[in-house]
């Protein structure tokens, strides 16, 4: 297959103006920071490009770094920053309440975290209508196991290959990503199934997907059918026949795989495994850790893109716009095992944290920001499915609002990873062009393009010529 694609552009993509002034950097030299980071910084926590930024202030969905110089950010504090980057609603609703009462316990009852628990309630449909808040997505999925097995009194929970749910030891076994895993035991009682991923996976299609883009794979089903559906469904069922028992505690899944590079599954799949898992004697949690909150756009909610009512749901990330904030909804009876001897989170439901989190609701709505995810993801989907037809690397683009995917290949029959330094170029590339995202993928393979969902047509159009730019350089060098 030949390489469709012209000699370099020399015109450098021009970055939509701002209007915001950052304030002067301050604080130590980079030199020292790095110093503090290699000594006093646990090394796991590693850091992003060979040159590491130095990132001094936000503003809605722009970063600045210690030396002034503006990026548009794609990926949002990984897919956490919902709203806007110090969005002047939730800032102005967080100072209000930091002057009048940070933090007691619920044991106590304060105004904050009843009028979130309701508004919050009213964006669910019956029954999902009672809230356990927490600090983190990791907590979030623990707590969501936790009482799947205490309500349905079975053990075993399955997830999908490519999860992820979580780097806690607990949800470790939920989690089906190499890189995350720790050689020592965890994931007792969890079970990790084939992932039905319609591009990379043994089966897919020309209109698997809920998304603008299809895989470039060819298929023969005719309308309403999917053989691709059909075979991973099949898969399920063995999973269920052979390595669990035959009553289980539950099955979790994210709508849209996050880490795993915004991996989407055909129509329908998550419909039939769920009535799979109910007729077990499972629940069925939902992760929207990074799909809720309309990012999608069409919906507000990751599940309902499926048109399934899960019995658990699990937020976070976007929940808080940063805040660290999480939470688990779920329905009066299920929440009541929980009921039956202590359980109890300190800094859950705080009062800081649920006047910002109710604040990013009002910031959703009066911004139209789920209508902006499906405007400006979907002309940015299609925008991108242009260089997918123009390079061989490109070889699949995915997702549904600004929940988007581009994973990377050597070409397109054989869907091998690009290999990691070729990729590792093009991100630097546009890092350097001033425009930051994110990778996933099992091999790190896929970028990952989850911005704050104010972003505009124009950063759209922007952020795709500069990715354009450094694929075509890419061509050049090799």
């Known amino acids: 297959r030949q390489q469709k694609w012209k000699s370099s552009i020399s015109t450098q993509a021009k970055m939509p103006p701002c209007d915001f002034v950052p304030e002067k950097y301050e604080s130590y030299p980079y030199e020292r920071m790095q110093k503090i980071r290699e000594q006093n910084i646990a090394p796991s926590l590693r850091t992003y490009y060979k040159k590491p930024l130095l990132l001094h202030q936000g503003h809605m969905q722009w970063l600045f770094d210690h030396e002034g110089r503006r990026y548009l950010d794609l990926f949002a504090g990984i897919v956490t920053v919902s709203v806007g980057h110090c969005h002047p609603k939730v800032t102005m609703a967080t100072q209000k309440q930091l002057a009048r009462l940070w933090h007691t316990t619920n044991i106590y009852m304060y105004p904050p975290i009843h009028e979130y628990a309701e508004k919050l309630t009213s964006l669910f449909p019956d029954p999902l209508k009672v809230v356990y808040l927490t600090n983190s997505g990791s ?237 400006v993801g979907t002309y940015m989907l299609l925008e991108l499915a242009k260089l997918r037809d123009k390079f061989e690397i490109v070889g699949d683009v995915r997702g549904k609002g600004l929940m988007i995917g581009v994973e990377m290949v050597t070409d397109k029959d054989s869907r091998r990873p690009l290999p990691a330094e070729e990729i590792n170029q093009i991100w630097e590339d546009c890092k350097d062009m001033g425009v930051l995202i994110g990778r996933g993928g099992l091999y790190s393979q896929t970028f990952r393009i989850k911005p704050p969902m104010c972003i505009t047509k124009r950063d759209a159009d922007f952020a795709v010529e500069v990715f354009h730019i450094a694929l075509q350089r890419h061509m050049e060098r090799a």
């Not at 969890?190 to 591009?199: H, N, Q, S």
């Not at 769920?274 to 629940?283: A, D, H, K, T, V």
């Open 139 to 375: 907590e979030a999925n623990d707590l969501a196991m936790f009482m799947a097995r205490l309500h349905t009194r079975n053990f075993d929970i399955i997830s999908l290959r490519g999860g992820y749910h979580g780097g806690s030891p607990y949800t470790l076994g939920l989690t089906s990503l190499t890189p995350y895993k720790h050689g020592v035991a965890n994931g007792f009682g969890c079970t990790a199934t084939m992932l039905p991923d319609v591009f990379r996976g043994p089966w897919g299609g020309s209109h698997c997907r809920d998304s603008p883009v299809q895989t470039v794979r060819k298929c023969s089903c005719s309308e309403g059918a999917c053989h691709a559906k059909d075979q991973y469904v099949e898969q399920f069922k063995d999973t269920l026949n052979t390595s669990v028992p035959k009553t289980v505690a539950g099955f979790i899944a994210e709508p849209i795989q996050g880490v795993n590079g915004a991996v989407q599954y055909p129509r329908n799949f998550l419909k039939e495994a769920y009535q799979l898992i109910r007729e077990r004697g499972g629940l069925c949690i939902s992760d929207e850790v990074q799909t809720g909150f309309g990012r999608t756009g069409s919906h507000f909610w990751g599940f309902q893109t499926h048109g399934v009512v899960p019995d658990i749901v699990t937020l976070a990330k976007g929940i808080g716009n940063g805040f660290p904030m999480a939470s688990v909804v779920t329905t009066k009876e299920i929440a009541n095992s929980l009921a039956q001897n202590l359980h109890f989170n300190t800094f859950g439901g705080n009062p800081l944290a649920c006047v910002v989190g109710a604040a990013v609701l009002d910031a959703i709505e009066e911004d139209g920001l789920q209508k902006n995810s499906e405007d």
